[in-house]
């Protein structure tokens, strides 16, 4: 069998494949890891399972996370035998492109760019070393957020910096490559013609961010040398006026490390509302900077939409995935409520059964929820991977 694993910045996916990398047997998923996580299993026609988890302890960390969906899998496949670990790895850096099969010296590259994603690329590379420990038999194939990106046109990767820091690797990378592979796949199945054109995919969750595909590719996406940039997220600035940070730098005193956790931790809806980063806990709520933070989130939403548009000269489509975009019909109607120039507009009613398209008939853009698989991408890439 293949296992997958997917550890998000607050989240651990995790999912068992038959060795064709293609049949699913279980998918787990464990949310709000800290005090108040909790586990989802389920087999592979989605019914639910039953779940070990005693204690909230058994998810109060990635690390304690990946042990408690470890000891779940066990439980579910007795004698399982595990030929390949696929992992979800957030940055590759300038070099990695493809999947790759990880050994000690990848694993050490890898390491080295923890700083460019420090919610993730530690957990990715923890639940790597606990996979190699759990079964060392098994090849690690590692499968990279950035690589989607790696065709795009210099102009989207660059920054306005003197040349050489751009062939020392300051460049915009872009993230969510797998979730955006993994929603072409899906196009290209549900509508060949319409995969061919210009396709805007919004991944909104947690992390959030936007991604112009042309037939299929990365044209344009909103985050760039780390996963801060572009859209608001739960607990991540988003766009922010560099001259903000030298002056916190410079006037505040404030150090490096307390700067780093006030963009990564503390802001984003978190820091807006002060009351979550949850946008279900948000949309719950009447508190009046609730609904500051959710208006921010679209208007940032729509601005950006309209400059994937212009990155495309003109969109034939807008997809909306993760967590936020598959489950909120609220959202997506604020988003779409504000394009209408564009040629977005929404059908409430199929907008409220949540797709696939949730779009009149007659719309000039169509518009599309669908749910992404980014274990499904990796699954099949560590079967590749194998020959």
């Known amino acids: 069998m293949i296992l997958v694993l997917n550890a998000g910045s607050s989240s651990l996916k995790l999912a068992l494949y038959a060795g064709d990398g293609a049949t699913p047997l279980a998918t787990g998923l464990i949310e709000r890891i800290g005090a108040d996580g909790f586990l989802r299993l389920r087999d592979g026609s989605g019914a639910p399972l039953p779940c070990p988890l005693t204690t909230t302890a058994d998810v109060a960390s990635h690390g304690a996370a ?37 050994d000690a010296a990848t694993l050490a590259a890898l390491a080295a760019l923890a700083p460019l994603a420090p919610l993730h690329q530690p957990h990715n590379l923890a639940g790597i070393r606990a996979a190699l420990a759990a079964f060392p038999s098994a090849p690690q194939i590692a499968c990279f957020d950035t690589a989607f990106h790696r065709d795009q046109p210099f102009v989207a990767q660059t ?25 072409a796949g899906q196009l290209a199945t549900l ?19 936007l991604c112009a595909m042309r037939a299929g590719r990365s044209v344009a996406t909103t ?3 780390s996963p801060l940039d572009g859209l608001p997220m739960g607990t991540r ?18 150090p490096p ?27 719950a709520s009447e508190a009046p900077e609730a609904k500051q933070a959710i208006a921010y989130f679209v208007h940032r939403t729509r601005t950006e939409v309209a400059a994937m548009a212009a990155a495309l000269g003109g969109v034939d489509a807008l997809v909306f995935c993760g967590g936020i975009g598959e489950n909120s019909q609220r959202i ?9 120039w564009m040629g977005l507009t929404l059908d409430p009613t199929r907008n409220a059964s949540g797709g696939p398209v949730i779009s009149p008939d007659a719309a000039i853009v169509r518009v599309l929820v669908l749910p992404t698989n980014e274990e499904s991408v990796i699954a099949f890439a560590a079967r590749a991977a194998l020959g």
């Open 66 to 102: 990946l042990q408690t969906a470890l000891s779940a899998l066990a439980g579910i496949a007795p004698g399982l035998h595990v030929t390949a670990v696929g992992h979800r790895v957030v940055h590759g850096g300038p070099n990695h492109s493809n999947p790759l099969r990880v």
């Open 159 to 183: 920054y306005a910096l003197p040349r050489a820091y751009f062939d020392r690797g300051i460049r915009r990378y872009g993230f969510h490559g797998l979730s955006y592979h993994s929603i």
């Open 191 to 209: 509508d060949p013609a319409l995969a061919l054109g210009r396709v805007i995919v919004a991944h909104l969750g947690n992390g959030a961010s």
């Open 223 to 225: 985050m760039g040398f």
């Open 237 to 254: 600035v988003g766009q922010i006026d560099p001259g903000v940070l030298l002056y916190l730098l410079q006037h505040d005193a404030m």
């Open 257 to 283: 490390e307390a700067l780093s956790d006030l963009l990564y931790r503390r802001s984003g809806l978190l820091g807006l509302s002060g009351l979550s980063n949850d946008m279900r806990c948000l949309e």
């Open 332 to 340: 997506r109607a604020l988003v779409c409520e504000g394009l209408g």
